[in-house]
C-alpha cells in the first residue's frame, strides 16, 4: 500500500530559478507599462500644444505663402493650418479630382492648381462636389467660363501633403484615381515642374459658418470651400491611465506573490 505524501510536500515553494524567472518578467512588464504610459504623457502635452497652436493660427489674419526657398523645408508643425492668401491664375485643364467625406456626404474634392505671380505652382482644393457630379465635371466647372489667364486670388488654410492613398487604396495616377490629396504625385502627373510640397484648402471655415453653407442637395455653389476639419483625436489621457494602470496591477502581483512566498517559506522546517 502506497503511503500517502507527507504534508511537507504541501505548499513547497517554487525553485529559485523560476522566482528569479517570474522576478524578470514581472520587472520587463513594469518597465514596459511604465515607458508606454510616459510616452503617451509626452505625447499628449504635444498634442495639447499643437490644438493650441492651430487654434491661434486660424484665429491670425492670412499671410503670404513661405517664400519658394523655404518650401522645401514646409513641416506640419510651423505650416498646417495656417491661414494665407495667394495670388495668381488658374490652370483649370489640370484640374484633379479626389475622394472626399465631408458634413455634407461623399463626393470628390476639386484640386486646381494656381501659377503664382511670382513663379511656381501651388495646388488649391477649390471645394467639395457631391457625387452626382462626378460625371459633369469638368463641363460644370466654373472656371469653364473663365478667360484663360485671368487674375486669381484665393485664400485658404495651408495643408501638408497626403502622400500614398486612402485606407486600403492607393492612387493610381495613370487611371487618373486619386484616393488622397498626394501633392507630389499630382504635380508629377500633371507636369507641375515647380509645385508648391503642400497645397491649400479654399476657404477659411471660421469665416463660413456651417449655418451659412446651403444643403448637400442644392445646386450650388460647386465646388464648396470652406468645409476643412480642424479637428484632432486626443485619447491620449486615456492611455496613460490604462499604461500605468497595468503597471500599477503588475507591481500589486508582485507584492501579493513576494508575501505569499514569505508566508510558505515561513511555515517550512528549518
Same mark, same amino acid.
Given at each position: 500500500m502506497?503511503?500517502?505524501? %507527507? %504534508?511537507?510536500?504541501?505548499?513547497?515553494?517554487p525553485s529559485a530559478f523560476v522566482l528569479v524567472?517570474? @522576478?524578470? $518578467?514581472?520587472?520587463? =512588464?513594469?518597465?514596459?507599462? $511604465?515607458?508606454?504610459?510616459?510616452?503617451?504623457a509626452e505625447?499628449?502635452?504635444?498634442?495639447?500644444? =499643437?490644438?493650441?497652436?492651430?487654434?491661434?493660427?486660424?484665429? /491670425? /489674419? #492670412?499671410? /503670404?505663402?513661405?517664400p519658394r526657398s523655404q518650401w522645401p523645408r514646409a513641416n506640419a508643425a510651423e505650416h498646417e493650418y495656417l491661414p494665407v492668401q495667394v495670388q495668381g491664375h488658374w490652370l483649370a485643364a489640370k484640374t484633379v479630382l479626389t475622394q472626399a467625406t465631408t458634413?455634407?456626404? %461623399?463626393?470628390?474634392?476639386?484640386l486646381t492648381p494656381l501659377a503664382l505671380a511670382d513663379g511656381g505652382q501651388v495646388l488649391v482644393n477649390r471645394g467639395f462636389i457631391p457625387d452626382t457630379l462626378r460625371a459633369?465635371?469638368?463641363?460644370?466647372? #466654373?472656371? /469653364?467660363?473663365? @478667360?484663360?489667364? $485671368? #487674375? @486669381?486670388q484665393v485664400t485658404g488654410l495651408l495643408r501638408m501633403s497626403e502622400p500614398g492613398?486612402?485606407? =486600403?487604396?492607393?492612387?493610381? #495616377? @495613370?487611371e487618373g484615381r486619386w484616393h488622397s490629396r498626394d501633392v507630389a504625385a499630382i504635380a508629377q502627373s500633371q507636369g507641375l515642374a515647380d509645385a508648391a510640397p503642400f497645397f491649400i484648402d479654399a476657404g477659411i471655415p471660421r469665416l463660413a459658418p456651417p449655418a451659412a453653407q446651403p444643403a448637400a442637395g442644392s445646386d450650388g455653389p460647386w465646388p464648396r470651400p470652406g468645409l476643412t476639419v480642424v479637428q484632432f483625436h486626443n485619447s491620449h489621457l486615456v492611455y496613460v491611465l490604462t499604461w500605468w494602470g497595468l503597471a500599477a496591477m503588475v507591481l500589486g502581483a508582485a507584492v501579493l506573490v513576494a508575501r505569499y512566498e514569505l508566508r510558505v517559506r515561513a511555515r517550512q522546517p528549518r
Open positions: 502506497t503511503a500517502p505524501p %507527507s %504534508s511537507a510536500t504541501h505548499g513547497r515553494p524567472l517570474l @522576478a524578470l $518578467a514581472g520587472a520587463g =512588464l513594469f518597465v514596459l507599462f $511604465a515607458a508606454l504610459g510616459w510616452w503617451q505625447r499628449r502635452v504635444w498634442k495639447l500644444a =499643437l490644438i493650441e497652436r492651430v487654434e491661434q493660427r486660424l484665429h /491670425a /489674419a #492670412p499671410a /503670404a505663402l513661405p458634413e455634407l456626404g %461623399s463626393g470628390w474634392w476639386v459633369q465635371w469638368p463641363a460644370r466647372d #466654373p472656371l /469653364a467660363r473663365q @478667360a484663360e489667364g $485671368a #487674375p @486669381a492613398g486612402g485606407f =486600403l487604396r492607393r492612387n493610381a #495616377p @495613370a
